[in-house]
């Protein structure tokens, strides 16, 4: 008997020790016991896979600096029409009839761009407008002063007075390619900050007649109301473009969203900060796209040309020696396209700089040399 028990004990320590070692086995190398193996209650799962196609980290890296902005309007009615009526006017005092007012509350999102609180939205988000408030993904809060606005590309720089901004990472939209996912991040319909995923649909889109400079960024990524200023990213989190626009028959996503181009907007803004407003490059000419008719008697890229219809007296164009009738093909050995193209080129382009035009004039090919000069406010020649 007593060499039983001796047995025993001696037997319990392995036993013990095996199932110690199995416990620890099981608890940090799950993935060795092949789950479907397993049945009912017992099943043991393994571990989730790192995440091959999460865009987490884009998201973690740019929504801290996508703001949501709310603003306010207020709105003063006029009177009612029967006080303008002599019988009732008799028994009322004009000096105290006033309007009913009400407050127009209205929302849009928009990007930190820099540690001093500059932040880049839509124009028509913040458009006259009595007060913004602009909440951030940490969840702090500030009111915000308008530094700057351009109505020609519907781009407006706000300013917030907080520390420790998370600034967003610039991206190249001039590689963005079709294809390409892209995220957009927003506060859609006062929802909250919210990401929605896409491709970019197409690059360079203009004559939507949506503002005077178009180049936009076409996405299917959702983008409904309220998304106006915020972000469009590529799958690291950088800045691809500004949210501006949808092309919808109902007010939501219909799959066509538009989205300003960084690299245009981070100038526009640069301007807006420097000098209050956006300083563009002119040569003052007036210009239609090539006809057939002409570009085949031309011998000539039918979707590339334009001819000069006016041009602006004194103006860069005229003091170059352009004339009606010359057809452009190039500046700076950039295609003009149908002109849209030569244009945002001219008006990216700093007053002062030099430019090679290259034209066709009576069948022959020239180059002449322009200075650039300074848009006018409201010019007659664009």
Not at 75 to 92: G, Q, T, W
Not at 272 to 298: D, F, H, M, S, T
């Amino acid at each position: 008997m007593n060499k039983l028990l001796q047995f025993l004990r001696w037997l319990s320590w392995p036993v013990l020790c095996g199932l110690l070692a199995a416990i620890v086995i099981l608890d940090h190398l799950p993935g060795l016991i092949n789950p479907q193996n397993q049945t009912g209650l017992n099943r043991i799962y393994t571990r989730a896979p790192i995440r091959q196609h999460s865009f987490a980290d884009a998201v973690q890296r740019a929504a801290p600096t996508v703001v949501n902005i709310y603003t306010e309007k207020i709105v003063r009615e006029k009177p009612s029409a029967i006080f303008n009526d002599p019988f009732f006017s008799r028994f009322l005092n004009p000096g105290n009839i006033r309007g009913k007012e009400r407050i127009q509350r209205s929302l849009g999102s928009g990007v930190i761009m820099s540690p001093q609180g500059y932040v880049l939205t839509n124009n028509h988000v913040i458009n006259d407008v009595d007060q913004i408030l602009v909440l951030l993904q940490d969840g702090r809060e500030a009111l915000a002063q308008v530094v700057g606005t351009d109505p020609d590309t519907d781009l407006a720089v706000l300013k917030i007075d907080l520390d420790k901004l998370d600034i967003i990472s610039i991206g190249d939209p001039s590689n963005a390619m079709v294809g390409d996912i892209v995220l957009a991040i927003g506060n859609p319909y006062g929802f909250g900050q919210t990401v929605t995923q896409g491709i970019i649909s197409a690059t360079g889109r203009y004559g939507l007649k949506l503002s005077t400079y178009e180049n936009f960024i076409q996405t299917d990524a959702a983008i409904n109301p309220g998304n106006s200023g915020g972000a469009l990213v590529d799958a690291e989190g950088n800045l691809l473009g500004i949210n501006t626009a949808i092309y919808s028959k109902t007010g939501g996503s219909h799959g066509i969203g538009l989205a300003i181009p960084a690299t245009q907007a981070l100038r526009i803004m640069s301007d807006l900060v420097q000098y209050g407003k956006v300083i563009r490059g002119w040569l003052g000419i007036e210009v239609r796209q090539l006809p057939r008719a002409v570009a085949q008697a031309n011998n000539m890229n039918l979707l590339n040309g334009v001819i000069v219809t006016a041009t602006a007296p004194g103006g860069p164009a005229e003091k170059a020696g352009l004339v009606v009738g010359d057809i452009i093909t190039a500046i700076n050995d950039q295609p003009v396209g149908n002109g849209q193209a030569g244009m945002n080129f001219i008006a990216s382009t700093r007053p002062g700089d030099q430019v090679a035009i290259k034209i066709s004039r009576n069948g022959q090919l020239q180059q002449i040399n322009a200075w650039v000069g300074n848009r006018p406010a409201n010019p007659e020649h664009r």
